[in-house]
């Protein structure tokens, strides 16, 4: 059977299940334009294959859209965990509360997101999985293995995950605060490399996104998108001064505003190093006259 039948196959019964939303929890927009040939459609095959999904890249590079258009296509609820040193299991799993039921005092579970998922067959999406201390993430060893499980802690409850149930982690590699996955939970997905948008794709989601912009500012934002790209590659600037994210609002912005203010706005003060901050307005000036 094609590839492409399984996942059409798939995405109608997903569908058809009609996703149970117990609290508000939103089905992602789509709209993820791929930087690579067959990148969409492999990641569309591994979810539709039950696999743990880790997307790797740089920020702004569309991971988190990535997620919410495989949540989109399914029609499939997506619940987003972002980590840092904090991230405990209350987080994960959910927090016992009191509660008054009919005059008396009683002892309330309330689920958190892993559970949720796992229990309604939603999108589970874990956002810098590698900020998290790394004695938080066994919990989820069971749920993310063959056995698709888990044993909730505080209620002793055993949950075996719902059918359609999908989990999709993304990390920024090499980023202040984080830290490598060890191997038992890194050999628990399938990984991804996503890249920045560059050449014809990019055109074409800009494109989409601003039918309105004159076709000088589109040509000009893709100029310096290119422009900058190089310089990341020659070391110069930073990956975050390649952030498709950030050149998105450059454009928008200077649909009404002087596109040399907008592009400082949103590129240039976002970067830490005066000297990237003053190659970035260089790079702009040599396409703004």
């Known amino acids: 059977m094609r590839v492409q039948s399984i996942i059409e ?6 569908i058809e299940r009609k996703h149970t939303i117990d609290h508000a929890v939103l089905i992602g927009k789509g709209g993820y334009v791929s930087p690579l040939e067959h990148l969409w459609e492999d990641l569309l095959l591994s979810v ?11 920020s702004g590079s569309g991971k988190t859209k990535l997620a919410e258009s495989i949540s989109s296509l399914f029609e499939q609820p997506m619940h987003s965990i972002n980590c840092s040193v904090d991230l405990d299991a209350e987080a994960l799993l959910g927090f016992k509360t009191l509660i008054q039921d009919n005059g008396q005092t009683a002892i ?11 229990r309604y067959g939603h999108i589970l999406y874990i956002d810098e999985i590698n900020m998290a201390k790394p004695e938080t993430l066994p919990i989820l060893h069971s749920v993310l293995d063959h056995r698709r499980m888990l044993t909730n802690p505080y209620t002793g409850e055993v949950l075996q995950a719902h059918e359609d149930f999908t989990v999709i982690a ?6 202040i605060g984080t830290t490598p996955l060890n191997e038992a939970l890194k050999n628990r997905f399938i990984s ?6 560059t050449g014809e794709p990019l055109r074409a989601l800009f494109v989409r996104e601003f039918p309105e912009a004159k076709p000088s500012l589109i040509n000009t934002m893709l100029s310096l998108a290119e422009d900058t790209f190089i310089q990341v590659q020659n ?3 930073s990956e975050e001064a390649a952030s498709i994210r950030s050149l998105l609002d ?10 040399k203010r907008a592009i400082r706005y949103a590129i240039a003060e ?5 000297s990237e901050k003053a190659l970035v307005m260089e790079l702009a000036n040599t396409w703004l006259k």
């Open 108 to 118: 309330d579970f309330v689920e958190g997101p892993v559970i949720q998922a796992m």
């Open 9 to 14: 196959k798939s995405q109608t019964k997903r």
């Open 270 to 274: 976002k970067l830490e190093d005066e």
């Open 235 to 237: 070391g110069l600037l």
């Open 250 to 259: 450059a454009t928008e912005l200077a649909q009404y505003i002087d596109p």
């Open 48 to 58: 539709v294959l039950q696999k743990n999904i880790l997307l790797k890249g740089p």
């Open 192 to 197: 991804f490399s996503i890249p920045y948008l």
């Open 170 to 175: 993304a990390i920024n590699e090499g980023y």
